[in-house]
């Protein structure tokens, strides 16, 4: 049956951002920290990110991303940085000398939330452990991820995002049998660490306004790459034993109504019809291939399971007989259909249901202009989530955030200055 459109309006009037009134100090470098504050920022949150003076976060210094170089932006702008810093102003402080320790424990009064994604013995040597900033501001949300936990022989040790993928089981969940590991996205592990840091905060501050205690909230990149497998690590962890759920060739795949097709074009669609015989009369009629449909090799689940390498190749060879988009013209008839397109990246940003639901948004930046976002993953009807500022420039704010909300005179700005505090 073709596809109802839907007529259900999203609630237009909103009040004011959830999150407004909140303060968030970040201490975070790379992606897994930083993710956290756009994410908070996107609800209204006030954010600081604490950068060190003359150095800053090695973020804004990406260039390449698996040795393909980014593109230069206007004004030298830094493509990896501004994704993962919205939202915030950005201070200098070196906490490395006391007076900048003191800087810092001053903003630690007057915030909510701390967040850091530093080591242990870095944030300890440097004065910002959590019973440190809790002796100054006992009600103080302190978030810290890492990469592979907080105890254990390796809570202490480096990890970035690629480690983490490797370590949970996830290179070698992905891919076709006999396949070398293969690594994700890039960033996986970091962006679903920062989205759970995010998650437990939101969760504490909850308590917090039902008790009044601060706590320490905790993530890691191994933790966050362990839940995305939940289901094929509960497997193994039900029966007793090893279950790795295989790598499926797709040339042999047991449902060839569950699987990947090459179009006239080169572009592909996915198909993930699980209940294969409800589907395949309809599946048969749209692509043309009625003679097959009674054939005894492929009337049934189990005989086109026995038969798939022989059916898949009949598909092959039908779906390469047209274009993506014609395909979809005929598919869009069928409305119980489940398949997709297989995008690229590009193919993504373009996407009109991507479009339709605003999950790519625009924000205003000084330098570049109107941009295009990805948008947070989750919306509100009553309460606004969306992006508010570009990433700042390096110390765009130390100046303001230190007198309006340290309590710092100009005459205390020159000091630290000479000072090399800030």
């Known amino acids: 049956m ?11 009037i909103k009040t004011k951002s959830l999150l407004s009134g909140i303060r968030v100090l970040e201490w975070t470098v790379y992606q897994q920290g930083p993710i956290t504050g756009v994410m908070l920022g996107d609800l209204g949150a006030e954010v600081i990110k604490i950068e060190q003076p003359r150095i800053g976060d090695p973020g804004r210094a990406v260039r390449a991303i698996r040795g393909k170089s980014l593109p230069k932006l206007a004004g030298d702008r830094n493509a990896f940085f501004e994704t993962m810093n919205r939202n915030k102003k950005s201070i200098t402080v070196d906490m490395a000398k006391q007076n900048g320790k003191e800087v810092i424990y001053k903003l630690v009064t007057k915030s909510d939330i701390f967040i850091t994604n530093l080591r242990k013995n870095v944030v300890g040597k440097s004065g910002m452990g959590y019973e440190t900033l809790c002796y100054h501001n006992p009600s103080l949300i302190y978030a810290t991820g890492n990469g592979f936990g907080f105890e254990g022989h390796d809570a202490d040790k480096p990890a970035f995002d690629p480690v983490a993928q490797a370590r949970s089981g996830f290179m070698f ?5 006999n396949m070398p590991p293969l690594i994700g996205p890039s960033g996986l592990a970091d962006q679903a660490g920062g989205s759970f840091l995010a998650y437990g905060i939101l ?11 601060g706590q320490m909230v905790t993530s890691s990149l191994l933790s966050s790459m362990l839940w995305l497998q939940d289901l094929e690590l509960s497997y193994t962890l039900l029966y007793g034993q090893e279950f790795q759920v295989p790598r499926v060739d797709r040339r042999k795949a047991l449902n060839p109504l569950s699987n990947s097709y090459q179009c006239a074009d080169g572009n592909w669609f996915h198909f993930c019809m699980l209940q294969s015989q409800r589907f395949w009369h309809d599946f048969c009629t749209a692509l043309g291939i009625q003679e097959i449909e009674e054939a005894p090799k492929f009337n049934s689940p189990e005989k086109r399971a026995e038969h798939r390498e022989e059916l898949i190749a009949i598909l092959d060879r039908v779906f390469a007989s047209k274009s993506r988009g014609q395909w979809t013209d005929i598919f869009d008839n ?4 489940n398949y ?14 991507i479009i339709a639901n605003e999950y790519i948004t625009q924000l205003d930046h000084s330098t570049l202009g ?8 989750v919306s509100l009807s009553r309460t606004e989530v969306k992006p508010r500022s570009p990433a700042p420039e390096f110390g765009q704010h130390t100046e303001e955030v230190l007198i309006e909300i340290g309590g710092y005179t100009w005459e205390d700005i020159n000091r630290l200055r000479e000072e090399e505090i800030i």
């Open 2 to 12: 073709p596809r109802q459109k839907s007529t259900h309006k999203a609630q237009s």
């Open 173 to 177: 969940s992905v891919g076709e049998p």
């Open 370 to 377: 109107r941009i295009n976002v990805v948008a947070s993953p």
């Open 340 to 353: 997709s397109s297989v995008n690229t990246v590009a193919d993504a940003t373009k996407d009109p249901q």
């Open 203 to 213: 969760a504490a501050l909850l308590h917090r306004e039902r008790t009044g205690e």
């Open 334 to 337: 069928y409305g119980d259909f």
